[in-house]
Structures are given as C-alpha cells and as structure tokens.
C-alpha cells in the first residue's frame, strides 16, 4: 500500500509564508535552497544534508522516486561546489603568478634606483591591488630619489619583511602578518593593504576547506545512506553482469562483494521461472527506461531463494547506447507470507463456506446470486457455477419477482432482522431464512448474507404433536373418566410432554423435572399457596415447550451460538405460549411460561419486563431454570460446579434473579 506524504508546514505546525516550501506542492522539502526551517534561513541541501536527514518530514516522503531527485540534487549540487572550488584555486593561481611577476618587477626597478638611475619607470597596471600600489610606490621613489635616499634603509627593511611575509603565506602560513611600524605613510599604508589581503586569502582558503569537509561530509553521509539503505541496490551491465552492490544486498543474499561483483551475473540466481520474467523485462528496461514491481526469487549463497520486488532504470551514455541498470530490490518474504497465510484462509473458508449444514448464499444489492455453498447446489440440483448471476427469487421460488413477504426486502430497514419461515411447494420443504445486510462505510446495502436452514422435520414434529394434542383432548371428550383417573392422566401427559421436550437433546434430558423440583421447592419455602405451587408444578415442567420448534443443529452445536441462532432461540418462551394457548385448562400457566426468561433489570425476552412487572412464579422458575443450566453439562461446555453456580446467583440477585426467591433456593440448598 502506498504510503501517504506529509506536509513540512503540517507537521512543525510553521506558518512562514516566506519560505519556498510552504505550501508547496511538491512535498520534497530538502530539496528547496533558503527554506526557513527553525527560523533558520538555509542554502542548498548539501549545506544542510545533516539537519534533513535526521528530519521527520524527510523519513517519512522518502521513496525511490524521491531518492533518485535527492541524487540528481546532490550531484548538481557538488558539481557547482567542485566549480566553485575550482575557480577559487585557479584565481589563486593567477595571483600568485601576478604577484610573483609584480614583485619581480617591483625589485627589479628597486635595484635599478638602488643604483643610481632615477628615470626608472614600471607599469603600476596590475590584478593585485598590493602590486599596483607596490609599483606606484617604486615609481614615486624614483620621482622622488632624494627623499627616497634618506629612507631607503627603513624602506629596504620594511619591504624586506612584507617580502618575508609574503612569501610564508605563499608557503601556507595563513597567520603571517607584518608587525613592524614606520614613520613613512606608505609603508604603513602598504603593511595595511598587505594584513588585509593576507586576512582575504585566509578567509578565501578557510571558506574553501570548509566546503572541501563539508563536501566530503556529505559524500561520507550519502555513501552510508546508500550502502545501508532499507533495499538492496545493484547495477548490472549490459550482459546482466554485477557491476556494484549495496552492503544491504549483500546481506540480504549473504555474499561477500568479491564474490560478485565482475563474476556473477543475475541470471546466475534466478529460478527457471524468474529466467523467463528477466528476459522479458530486461529488453524492456533497455528500450523504455525502466520497469516497476518485477517479482524474482533470487538464490542466495546457501542455496535458498529470497522473494523480492525490483525496480530499475536504465542509463544510457551519450549516443543513447544501454550502460547499466540501477535497480532498487525490496525483501518481498513478509508479503508472500502474508499472501500463502491469506490463500489457506480462503482455502479453510471455502472448506467450512462448503461444509455449512445448510444453504448459504452472497447476493448483491440487486439480489443477484454471486456466491454460493454446496448444500445449495445439491437443494436445487444445479451446479453451483449455472447460479452465479441470477436472481435468488427466481432459483428457489421459480418467480420473476421477490415473495411479497420476502425477508430480503426488510433486512436492510431493520438494525437486527428477525429469521423469516416460509414453505416452499416446489420442493416440499419448510425453511427459516434469515438474512444479513452488508453497508459500504456509511452508505447503502452493497449485498447480503442469505442463510437457508430446512427446518421440515421441525414442521412435521409440530404438526404430529398439535394432532396428538387435538387427540387426546378428542379422548377426554368421548371418554367419562373419574377425577383421580383424569387427573392421573393428566399429570402422566403433562410429564410425557416434559420428557418428550427434554428428549430433543442429549443435553437437556431431565432438565424439566430437575427445574420443577427445585421450583416446587423454593415456592414451599416461601411459603406459597397449594393452588400457586401446583401452577408452578404444571409450569415448570412444561416451561421450555417451545424448544419442540427449535431444530436440533441449534440445540446440539458444540460452540457459541450466532446472533440468528441466538434470536431463534429466544422464541421459545413466545412458541410455547403459542402451543399451550389452545388448551383451556392450561391458561394460568401461559404468562409463567411466556416470562420464564424476564431479567429484574429489564434486560431479558421476550417483552423486557422490570421488577414486580414480571409475575412472581416465572421469577421462580428462572431460578430454578438457571441453576440446573449452570450445573449441566452443554455441547459447547462442561458443567461447571455447584458452587459457581451458587455464587453467580448471588452475584445476580436483585439485577437479574429475584432477590427472595435466591434468599429461599440458597437456604434449601
């Protein structure tokens, strides 16, 4: 992923309009002469590499494209310095020579007077400004030999040690300087001139090493960014021949420098398949310049392969004929093995996608079928790849249009869609639906999720148990039996019925008779009446008959179950209601059986009741229901021990269990 630039301005919050950076579109700072970083003014880059390279701003914007610029930048920028460098020592070198002929000339008349002849007469034209005032000088002494007589010993001393001086600085002695004092104007004028032009020279040549340290400092700073840059850098010729090799590189492919370089070429460390990639791209970095994101796998020394990604460009000489390469190669390993770790993913989703006990499909917004899981294919009996594309109405419903009642059509209005049921004649199946919206960021449903279980087992259990209801009530009319024999009937269907619950699972076997006896139990030690306890009886062991609609795969699953599952499962206290309702003797029964799962804080199902809202004997049973749960085994848990389960009532009580009924259970216990 590409990583995003910062902004200078940005990031040392500067509001400096006056530098040229500010606000810039382009982000490479350094790169800019006089930027006014820490209410500094600063030249070029190279006079500043050692503040940049340790900057924020230059880490983080640093990238290929942005070295290769800082490169040019810099290699401008020495040549200038080299120019520079250069013309100061040639202008040393000129006046040097200016200054030896002067002198010669200046001596020469000196002799020339110093012998007598006054029509002595020297050009005073000259660069030195020292040599041209030396010359005058010499020419005034011979307009003016008889003044020049009396002085000539200080003079002739006095000359003798700017010569003397002179010529130590011309020998490099930069802290030279002439000391002596006269009383004639000139060779004071003349030691002025001449500490001043020593002072001059000193600046120039102190300037000059500054910017020779400064240069090699620099040099010294590029070769350690380039030597141990984050990627490896090779160059290779023209027959693919190493020509130079970063440290980086080396290390990557554990080889000594001698060891490749004129000896190796890249095709030496390339797999078969990598042959056949450079040969394709390399004619194609010789006739376009460059080539981006080219994957090898290249050897190294103990004969393992190294996944990387180059990049590289061409140069060429002045003819435009290829040179070399400059290529940049990134340790791509991490990335692959993020890669293979993906594909397994997808591989193991695919698997558990394909393994699913019912059908799952992926719709778009459109509801056109874009994915789908095998139990789909065997339902209708097409292969999976004859679905992609249509819509998903017109594969399991035969219709051009979604069902009025179409669970899809709500899901994206609802925050927590409720599973939908529908029977499906083509197929003579009965099927819970229930389907998840998926949202772009912020937007509109971009597809669904659309799971389809087969609950027609579940339907035809229901239907054989509301006709052996209608039966048995049938028999109760057709038959006159005696109260005791009635009532015995009544309590051996009403423990059938309980044991028939608990019989849908493994799990739950017995549980309605364990509740019951613990609710019996905590309503006697409150001190309920005959008429509530035998209620609470009936209740209790009726209290899950709503589980009879709920599929085995649910009841069963060896894990945490889903949000759907979750929300199907909290039916069941409103199924059992719906069950029971029919029967007249049982309507006592039907607000104990609806609110077994009410929470005194408000937060239970399936109304969300509060407090003294919920009837007192469903607040027992949810006692009695949550301690047999809680010292049970489940598919996806073990028991846990009874004393856990005393203390989570505790711990609950007044917040999710009704504090007297806890009080009563804990002193029966």
Not at 165 to 185: C, F, M, P, W, Y
Not at 398 to 414: A, H, T, V
Not at 623 to 633: E, H, I, K, L, W
Request: proline residues 4%; aromatic residues 8%.
């Amino acid at each position: 992923m590409k990583k995003e630039k910062v902004k200078c301005w940005e990031v040392f919050a500067c509001k400096d309009k006056e530098c040229p950076a500010y606000k810039s579109k382009n982000l490479r700072c350094w790169l800019f002469s006089g930027t006014h970083c820490r209410n500094e003014i600063q030249g070029k880059f190279i006079e500043k590499a050692e503040l940049c390279l340790s900057c924020e701003v230059f880490n983080e914007n640093m990238d290929v494209a942005a070295l290769k610029e800082t490169i040019k930048t810099i290699d401008t920028q020495f040549k200038e310095f080299r120019g520079i460098v250069d013309d100061k020592d040639r202008e040393m070198e000129n006046m040097s020579l200016e200054l030896a002929l002067g002198l010669s000339e200046a001596f020469e008349g000196l002799k020339k007077i110093s012998s007598g002849d006054p029509e002595v007469k020297i050009p005073e034209t000259s660069e030195v400004e020292l040599i041209a005032k030396l010359k005058h000088m010499v020419n005034m002494t011979a307009e003016n030999i008889g003044e020049i007589v009396d002085q000539s010993h200080e003079f002739a001393m006095g000359l003798a040690e700017h010569f003397d001086v002179l010529h130590r600085v011309s020998t490099g002695d930069l802290n030279a300087k002439v000391t002596g004092g006269s009383q004639i104007e000139l060779m004071e004028s003349l030691k002025n001139v001449t500490n001043e032009m020593i002072e001059s020279i000193s600046r120039e040549i102190t300037e000059r090493r500054k910017a020779e340290a400064s240069l090699h400092q620099s040099e010294e700073k590029y070769l350690d960014l380039y030597q141990n840059a984050p990627d490896g850098y090779h160059s290779i010729g023209p027959d693919g021949t190493f020509i130079e090799v970063n440290n980086t590189w080396l290390r990557m492919f554990d080889y000594e420098r001698d060891e490749v370089i004129g000896k190796k070429k890249l095709t030496d460390l390339l797999t078969d398949d990598g042959m056949k990639i450079f040969q394709e791209t390399f004619t194609q970095l010789k006739s376009k310049g460059s080539v981006e994101n080219i994957e090898y796998e290249i050897k190294r020394k103990d004969g393992t392969f190294l996944p990387v990604v180059l990049n590289a460009t061409a140069i060429y000489d002045k003819d435009g004929n290829f040179l070399r390469t400059r290529s940049i190669l990134r340790d791509n390993s991490e990335r692959k093995s993020y890669e293979n770790m993906l594909l397994h993913s997808a591989q193991e989703w695919r698997s558990t996608f394909d393994s699913m006990p019912y059908g799952v499909m992926l719709l778009d917004n459109e509801f056109n079928i874009i994915r789908a899981n095998i139990y789909i294919s065997k339902l209708m009996g097409i292969p999976i790849e004859d679905m992609l594309k249509k819509k998903c109405y017109e594969l399991i419903h035969d219709r051009d249009k979604p069902l009025d009642n179409c669970l899809l059509m709500k899901s994206g209005k609802l925050s927590n869609p409720l599973p939908f049921e529908f029977y499906e004649p083509r197929l003579d199946k009965y099927f819970m639906a229930y389907s998840t919206p998926i949202y772009t960021d912020g937007g509109p449903v971009k597809s669904y999720v659309h799971a389809l279980v087969d609950i027609t087992e579940i339907k035809n259990k229901e239907k054989e148990l509301i006709i052996s209801r209608n039966a048995f009530f049938n028999m109760l009319k057709d038959v006159d039996f005696s109260y005791a024999e009635l009532k015995g009937l009544y309590d051996g269907l009403i423990h059938a019925f309980a044991n028939a619950i608990d019989a849908k699972s493994k799990w739950t076997k017995g549980h309605s008779e364990r509740v019951t006896h613990y609710a019996v139990a905590i309503a006697k030690e409150m001190g309920l009446s005959e008429k509530d306890i035998e209620t609470l009886r009936i209740a209790a062991l009726l209290h899950d008959v709503g589980k009879i609609g709920t599929y085995d795969v649910i009841l069963d699953k060896p894990g945490r179950l889903n949000d759907e599952e979750l929300e199907l499962i909290k039916m069941h206290p409103v199924k059992g209601e719906e069950i029971l309702r029919p029967i007249k003797q049982l309507q006592d029964i039907l607000p104990i059986i609806r609110h077994h799962h009410e929470r005194i804080d408000g937060k239970g199902y399936p109304d969300g009741l509060k407090g003294e809202k919920i009837p007192l004997l469903p607040r027992v049973i949810a006692v009695a229901d949550s301690f047999d749960s809680m010292t049970s085994d489940r598919p996806y848990r073990p028991a846990p021990s009874r004393e856990y389960a005393i203390s989570e009532l505790k711990k609950y009580s007044g917040i999710q269990f009704d504090p007297q009924a806890v009080e009563a259970f804990l002193r029966i216990l």
